[in-house]
């Protein structure tokens, strides 16, 4: 409210890019763990399912990925192309990973949220299948699901409580700096 009296805070496209990539890596660094615990004390899989150590990274590309996929609704045409280079570019570096590589990963991580998620449009949801399926977690369920090659919808509605707080705040965020 304040700050719309007093206008908003100005932030440059660069240092928007930063505080994303580093807010998106310290949850994943911080969040990955608690979700992985989550999925194996659930009691709904048949078997335990198991992450190693190398699996933090596809998660990180994965809420990378649902959250850049936001971007388009809520900055201007041309600043959200430039926004997500920067972004990639940002990961890239701080993940010490090779940025086409990494931008063909984001691109081929959101056709494939997009396929398995429509005709939602809902980033969480399409985050959520994404862990489910790039994880495998198919193998670990009762026969039943795992057959039909469908999340149990227990389990997912569980990710999906999850995985809404790996979701970047753009109306928090908008309302308090205007992008420059």
């Known amino acids: 409210m304040i700050a719309t009296l007093f206008g ?41 399912p198991f992450f190693g150590p190398e699996d933090e990274e596809l998660f990180a590309l994965i809420v990378l990925a649902g959250n850049l996929m936001e971007a ?13 280079s920067l972004s990639i570019s940002k990961f ?4 010490g990973r090779d940025c086409s590589r990494t931008e063909n990963q984001v691109m081929e991580m959101q056709g494939v ?13 399409a985050m959520s299948k994404a862990v489910f399926h790039h994880y495998g977690l198919f193998r670990f369920q009762d026969d039943y699901f795992r057959e039909l090659k469908a999340p149990n919808p227990i389990i997912l509605r569980r990710i999906d409580n999850l995985m809404a707080f790996f979701l970047w705040n753009w109306e928090e965020f908008m309302g308090e700096y205007k992008v420059v």
């Open 92 to 95: 890239s570096e701080a993940t």
């Open 72 to 84: 388009p609704r809520w900055l201007g045409a041309g600043q959200d192309k430039r926004f997500v």
């Open 113 to 125: 949220m997009g396929r398995l998620n429509h005709p939602s449009k809902n980033p969480v949801y």
């Open 8 to 48: 908003r805070k100005k932030i440059t496209e660069d240092r928007l890019s930063n505080a994303f990539v580093n807010s998106i890596l310290a949850l994943t660094e911080n969040g990955f763990p608690n979700v992985a615990a989550e999925l194996i004390e659930s009691p709904e899989f048949a078997t335990a």
